[in-house]
């Protein structure tokens, strides 16, 4: 399945990492998507990144970051 079937944040998120240079961590997709770099607003983000890996749409590297499949 496309990232078209996906929501619109977890959309942005693709866009974010596929567009980077290299990977990414998630206060760099936070600060991408205009969040202050709390741990109350990277965590979350966080989170939508394990969960796009799990569903193998990103593949995670060492140390917490985050690469388009």
Not at 16 to 33: F, P, Q, T
């Amino acid at each position: 399945m496309g990232v078209e079937v996906l929501a619109s944040e977890y959309r942005r998120i693709m866009e974010i990492v596929a567009d980077a240079d290299g990977s990414v961590m998630a206060k760099d997709v936070a600060r991408a998507l205009g969040r202050e770099l709390t741990p109350g607003k990277v965590e979350p983000v966080r989170e939508q990144l394990r969960k796009l890996a799990d569903q193998g749409r990103l593949t995670r590297t060492g140390a917490g970051r985050y690469l388009p499949r």
